[in-house]
C-alpha cells in the first residue's frame, strides 16, 4: 500500500475566503474537483449593494514541492561516472552527491513501454505498451492506447495545482492521433501536460529533427540554421518556461518530465564535444578493458557489491577486441567517442536546467530524479556499428571498410549512426545482454539519483532496495501530500501498481526491505520473474540485434534460469538445477502476474510487426487523394508503399518559364522516395538507406501547360500477408518502376531489392514540398516547394493477396519447422 493512499489530505482553505487570493488544497479523490457551489458573498438587486465572492482556486500543499523528473534514453548502468563509468557525467554527478543513488532500480528493457510506465505507475502491459507503438498489435496489453481509468502521474499533479510541462521525448502516442487534426487526447496536452516540446516517435534526429512540435503544432526551427541541435535547444525552451512559471506566479510548484532524445541513436552531439571526448582517448584499449575499468570504478563508489562477479563475455555473439583489424578498431574508438560526447553533451545540458532551478533559489525544495537510461544500452547497431541505424534495425549491415567514408562526419547531419554491439555490452557492466532483454539486467537496470535537499540529509547515501519504474509516480504524489484518485474527469481510476520510495529518503531505513516486493518482466517474448531476492529469467533465445523476423519459437517453451541474487547480484550463476521447487513456484507466479497484467499473448517478432495492420488514417485504404500542398504527414498515417505495387499520378500546371520541385515524397536523407521537377524534368529517386539511390529520370524537360505525371511501381514479392505465417519471405523483394509522362513512359528500371519494412521513421510524408531533409542532397535542399500548380495527386495502393498456392506453402514451411525462418 502507498503512503500517499494513506494520507487522508482534508480540503484545506487559505487566505481571506471569497478574495480573489483566496486558496484551496482538496483531498483529490474526485479530480477535476466537484464544482464549489457555495457563495460567501451578498447578492441584491443592485451591485453596489452586493458583494463579490471568488471560488477559491486549487494550490498544492504547503511545502509541496517542485519536481524535475529526468530521463534519458538507451543508457545502461555503466555508462554514467555517477555509478562508474568513465563518460563525465558531472550533472548526474551533483545529484548524487546531494542525495541518494539506488542500485537496483529497473525499467521494462524497452523505451516506450518504460516511459508508459513511469508516467502512470502502472506496469507497461496494462497501458497498453507492450511494445512500442510502431510495433503494436491488437490485444489489450499492445495496442499503444492509454485507457482513461489511468491517469497520468501530469494529470493529477496539474488537477492538484501544480502547473506541469513535458520536454523531449514522446513515444507514448499511437499513430492514429499524430497528425494534424488529432484527437489530442493521448499526445502530451491530452495527458494532463500544460506545455509540450519535443518530438513524436522513438527517435529524431537532433539536427534536423522532423517530427518536433511545440504542444500540438510541427516547428521547424533548423531551417536555415546549421547550428541547430535540439539537445540544447530543449534545454533552452526548459529553462525558459521554468524562468515564466516562476516570473508568473512564483508560488506554485512546477512538475517538469524531462526527457531528452539521447542517448538512443542517431548519436548526433556537437563536433566540439566530440572533439572534447575524444581527446580523452577513454575507448582506445577496447571493450574488455572497458568493461575491467568500470567494473573497478563500480566496486569502489559501492554502486555494486564487494563480492559481485562480473559476467562472462558472450565470445560466441561478439569478437574479442583482439580479434579486430587495426580498422575495425579505429572504427569502432570512433563510434565510441561519438556516443560518450553524446552522453556528456546531453548531461551538460541537464545541468544547465538544474542550473536554473538552483539560480532561481528553487533547488532546496526541488526534488530532482535523474534516470539514466529508460532500457539498457542498444544494440541495434549490430556488431560491427552502423552510419544509419534506419538501414541496421532492418539487418542491412554494412562492411567495416564501407563504414570508413562516414569516419570524418560520424555523427553529423550526414550520418544517423550507431555503434558496435561490443560497446554496448561495456557499457552494460557488469550485467550481460542489453536493451529488449527484460530477463537480464544488461536490459533493464537504470543508474538512478534522486536529491530534495530539505528532505534527504544523507547525502551520497546508497540505496539497494529493489525498485521499479512504476515506483516514480507513488513517491512524487506522496512528497506532494496528493492522494491518488479515485476518479478523474467522471472515469473510475485502476489502483497505481507501484509503490512509493520515500521511506528509502530516511537514512533509518537505508537498509531496510524493499516494499516492492514481486515484479514481472516481459519484452518481445522475453520474460522474467522477481520475487524477494529471486528472479526466474527465460533463456535469452533471439540476440536482441536480430530483427530478420526469424521465428524462435514460442516463448512460454523457452527455458527458466533461476538466479538467488542476495548472492548473486549480477545473474552469474544459474541455479535452476539446484533448486527445481523454486522454479516451479516462481514459474507459476509469473503466468499469474501475466494473466493479471495483459502480457498475453507474448509475441517474440520485432521490427517485421511495423508492417502489420493497425489503426490509423491510412488503414483500410487504398486511395488517397492530394489537391495542393498538404505536408508533415507523420509516417504512421502515410500511404505505406512498401511490399506493394503502387501508382503516383500528379495532375499539374506548369507556368511560362518551367516548373520544379516536390510532388510527394515520403523519409529523407537515409531511407525514402521522391518524385519531383529537377530543372523542369520530371524524376523519381528512391532512396535505399544511402548506399544506393534508383533514379527515374525523364529527358526531356516538361513544356507550360496541364500535364499529367505518374510513377508506376508493379512490385514482385507476396507482401506482408506472409508475417502472418511467420515469415518474412514477401518483404524486400523486386520491382519494376515506370516513369510516365502524359501516359508515355518515359523511363522503365527494375529494382532488384526494395525496402522491407520501414523507411526513415522521424520524417513526414509530404505533397508539394519537403518538410525534411532531401532524399537526394545533389538534387535538392528542403523545402523544395514545388513552382507550378499542383491541381490534383493521386496515390493508388495494390497490395498483393496469398494465393491458395502461396498459403499452403506457408502453412507447411511455419509448422514443419517453427524455431526456422
Known amino acids: 500500500m502507498l503512503g500517499c493512499f494513506a494520507i487522508g489530505i482534508p480540503a484545506v482553505a487559505a487566505g481571506v475566503p471569497g478574495s480573489p487570493s483566496a486558496t484551496k488544497v482538496i483531498d483529490g479523490k474526485q479530480l477535476p474537483p466537484p464544482p464549489d457551489t457555495t457563495f460567501g458573498g451578498k447578492i441584491e438587486r443592485n451591485v453596489l449593494d452586493s458583494t463579490p465572492y471568488w471560488p477559491s482556486r486549487v494550490v498544492p500543499a504547503k511545502g509541496a514541492p517542485n519536481v524535475l523528473l529526468i530521463m534519458t534514453d538507451d543508457a545502461g548502468y555503466g555508462v554514467s561516472s555517477t555509478f562508474g563509468g568513465v563518460i563525465p557525467t558531472p550533472a548526474m554527478d551533483r545529484i548524487a552527491k546531494e542525495g541518494l543513488r539506488y542500485t537496483h532500480f529497473h525499467s521494462t528493457a524497452v523505451c516506450s513501454p518504460t516511459r508508459a510506465a513511469l508516467i502512470t505507475g502502472r506496469n507497461h502491459h496494462q497501458v497498453g505498451a507492450g511494445a512500442i507503438p510502431e510495433l503494436s498489435t491488437g490485444y489489450p496489453g499492445y495496442n499503444a492506447i492509454m485507457t482513461k481509468d489511468k491517469a497520468t502521474i501530469a494529470k493529477v499533479m496539474k488537477e492538484n495545482g501544480y502547473v506541469t510541462s513535458w520536454f523531449g521525448k514522446n513515444h507514448n502516442t499511437p499513430s492514429l492521433p499524430i497528425s494534424k487534426i488529432g484527437p489530442f487526447d493521448q499526445w502530451p496536452i491530452g495527458l494532463g501536460f500544460d506545455y509540450f516540446y519535443g518530438f513524436m516517435g522513438g527517435d529524431t534526429s537532433q539536427w534536423q529533427p522532423g517530427n518536433l512540435y511545440r504542444n500540438t503544432t510541427p516547428i521547424y526551427p533548423f531551417d536555415n540554421n546549421p547550428d541547430y541541435n535540439l539537445v540544447t535547444a530543449m534545454a533552452d525552451d526548459a529553462i525558459d518556461y521554468i524562468k515564466t512559471v516562476d516570473a508568473l506566479n512564483p508560488d506554485q510548484p512546477f512538475f517538469v518530465y524531462y526527457a531528452p532524445g539521447a542517448t538512443h541513436a542517431p548519436h548526433h552531439p556537437t563536433p566540439e564535444w566530440i572533439e572534447k571526448i575524444s581527446k580523452m582517448h577513454l575507448f582506445d584499449d577496447g571493450w574488455h578493458k572497458l568493461r575491467e575499468t568500470i567494473f573497478a570504478n563500480q566496486k569502489k563508489l559501492g554502486v555494486i557489491p564487494a563480492d559481485a562477479k562480473l559476467t562472462p563475455w558472450p ?70 556499428g552502423t552510419p544509419n541505424e534506419v538501414a541496421a534495425v532492418q539487418g542491412v549491415r554494412l562492411p567495416v571498410e564501407a563504414q570508413m567514408k562516414y569516419y570524418d562526419v560520424w555523427g553529423s547531419d550526414k550520418t544517423y549512426p550507431h555503434m558496435s554491439v561490443g560497446w554496448t555490452w561495456a557499457f552494460g557492466t557488469p550485467f550481460s545482454w542489453t536493451k529488449m532483454v527484460s530477463s537480464h539486467f544488461g536490459g533493464t537496470k537504470q543508474g538512478t539519483v534522486i536529491s530534495w535537499p530539505n528532505v534527504i540529509k544523507d547525502k551520497g547515501g546508497i540505496r539497494n532496495q529493489f525498485h521499479h519504474v512504476i515506483d516514480i509516480m507513488p513517491t512524487i504524489l506522496e512528497a506532494a501530500k496528493i492522494n491518488q484518485p479515485e476518479m478523474v ?16 529518503f530516511d537514512q533509518k531505513n537505508a537498509e531496510a526491505p524493499s516494499t516492492h516486493k514481486t515484479q514481472y518482466f516481459e519484452m518481445v517474448g522475453d520474460h522474467a520473474i522477481y520475487h524477494d531476492g529471486w528472479m526466474l529469467s527465460s533463456k535469452v533465445m533471439r540476440p536482441p540485434w536480430d530483427n530478420s523476423g526469424k521465428n524462435y519459437g514460442d516463448p ?23 533448486y527445481p521447487e ?35 488514417l491510412s488503414a483500410g485504404r487504398t486511395v488517397f487523394t492530394y489537391a495542393g500542398v498538404a505536408t508533415g504527414t507523420p509516417s504512421g498515417n502515410a500511404p505505406n508503399v512498401l511490399a506493394s505495387s503502387y501508382n503516383i499520378k500528379a495532375e499539374v500546371e506548369i507556368p511560362e518559364g518551367g516548373a520544379e520541385g516536390m510532388l510527394a515524397t515520403q523519409g529523407g536523407r537515409f531511407a525514402g522516395y521522391g518524385f519531383y521537377l529537377l530543372k523542369g524534368k520530371p524524376v523519381y529517386t528512391w532512396n535505399l538507406f544511402g548506399l544506393k539511390r534508383i533514379k527515374w529520370e525523364g529527358s526531356e524537360v516538361i513544356t507550360p501547360g496541364k500535364h499529367t505525371l505518374e510513377f508506376d511501381f508493379k512490385y514482385d514479392g ?35 531489392k526494395t525496402i522491407p519494412m520501414l523507411l526513415q521513421w522521424d520524417e513526414n510524408f509530404d505533397v508539394g514540398a519537403d518538410t525534411g531533409t532531401p532524399v537526394d542532397d545533389r538534387d535538392y535542399q528542403t523545402p523544395f516547394r514545388f513552382t507550378g500548380k499542383l491541381d490534383k495527386l493521386t496515390l493508388t495502393i495494390d497490395r498483393p493477396k ?13 509448422h514443419s519447422n517453427p524455431a526456422s525462418e
Open 315 to 384: 565470445k560466441d555473439l561478439i569478437k574479442t577486441w583482439d580479434k579486430l583489424n587495426d580498422t575495425e578498431k579505429k572504427l569502432f574508438i570512433k563510434q565510441a567517442d561519438v556516443f560518450a560526447a553524446y552522453v556528456a553533451y546531453t548531461d551538460h545540458e541537464i545541468g544547465r536546467v538544474i542550473q536554473a532551478v538552483d539560480d532561481l533559489g528553487k533547488l532546496d525544495n526541488t526534488m530532482i530524479i535523474y534516470i539514466t537510461g529508460d532500457n539498457g544500452t542498444s544494440s541495434e547497431g549490430g556488431p560491427t
Open 489 to 504: 474527469d467522471g472515469i473510475k481510476q485502476k489502483p497505481i501498481q507501484g509503490v512509493s520510495m520515500l521511506y528509502t
Open 556 to 578: 512460454a517453451t523457452w527455458p527458466w534460469e533461476l538466479y538467488d541474487l542476495s548472492k548473486d547480484w549480477t545473474q552469474s550463476n544459474d541455479v535452476a538445477a539446484k
Open 582 to 616: 523454486k522454479v516451479k513456484e516462481l514459474d507459476a507466479l509469473f503466468w499469474k502476474e501475466a494473466e493479471a497484467n495483459q502480457v498475453l499473448p507474448m509475441d517474440s517478432t520485432t521490427f517485421t510487426r511495423s508492417l502489420l495492420p493497425r489503426p490509423s
Open 718 to 752: 507476396l507482401g506482408a500477408d506472409t508475417l502472418k505465417y511467420g515469415s518474412p519471405s514477401g518483404l524486400g523483394r523486386s520491382g519494376t518502376g515506370y516513369l510516365k509522362v502524359d501516359g508515355k513512359v518515359v523511363a522503365t528500371q527494375k529494382m532488384e
Open 802 to 814: 496469398l494465393s491458395k498456392e502461396d498459403i499452403k506453402k506457408l502453412e507447411d514451411a511455419m
